[in-house]
């Protein structure tokens, strides 16, 4: 079995720090390991942001796409963003918000279904466009998307040492964990200099 051709820029370095020839990693076998790599990375960052249209799904409920990971923000049919609303506000404010019914989104709900579902707030009409679902997303399987390669190349290390039980597998981890304290911290650097509002 062959190896995933968008990781194979990455074959190399690995098996030279790891001084693996082949015969234990096969291209197959790495692919898997850079794969789980660029999932954890992009679990851990949130640094992959997609966007999907939410039509209001039966009783309110509706299904988020299957790389969702957290939301991001939520733009209505009408331009404007709406908030994310806590079941428990809602409970306070209206008891059983789910039998509230109306025609115009006011909110979405990430924290009362079970994970992969939102609910909208009111419950509008079945098959009605509600908006747009902006959110942090896992890599996908078989395309290098990260852009911190070094991060992926550590956490790959990190795996690829704790199966052949080499005790510098923790060493490779603390970097990986590092870069993303890094990039957190540089995302963070960045959004306190952009300045905010809102443009129409």
């Known amino acids: ?16 720090t790891l001084r693996d020839t082949g015969l234990q990693f096969t291209d197959a076998l790495l692919s898997e390991v850079i794969g789980e790599a660029q999932r954890e990375y992009s679990l851990m ?3 992959l942001i997609a966007r999907s249209p939410i039509r209001a799904g039966k009783g309110g409920v509706c299904a988020v796409p299957a790389d969702f990971i957290y939301p991001v923000k939520f733009i209505g049919t009408d331009g404007q963003e709406k908030p994310f609303y806590s079941w428990r506000y809602l409970n306070d404010q209206y008891g059983d918000f789910r039998k509230v019914c109306g025609s115009e989104l006011r909110g979405v709900i990430f924290d009362f279904e079970s994970f992969g579902k939102m609910r909208l707030f009111p419950q509008l009409p079945e098959g009605t466009e509600a908006g747009t679902l902006y959110y942090a997303r896992l890599a996908k399987a078989d395309e290098l998307e990260v852009n911190d390669l070094e991060a992926v190349k550590d956490h ?8 052949s039980g080499n005790n510098a597998a923790g060493e490779y981890y603390d970097r990986f964990v590092n870069r993303l304290n890094e990039g957190a911290v540089r995302k963070r650097n960045l959004r306190s200099a952009v300045r905010r509002g ?3």
């Open 198 to 200: 809102r443009f129409y």
């Open 45 to 47: 960052s949130g640094e």
């Open 1 to 16: 079995m062959s190896g995933v051709s968008g990781y194979e820029k990455l074959y190399d370095e690995l098996r030279i």
């Open 156 to 163: 790959a290390l990190f795996q690829m040492f704790l199966l």
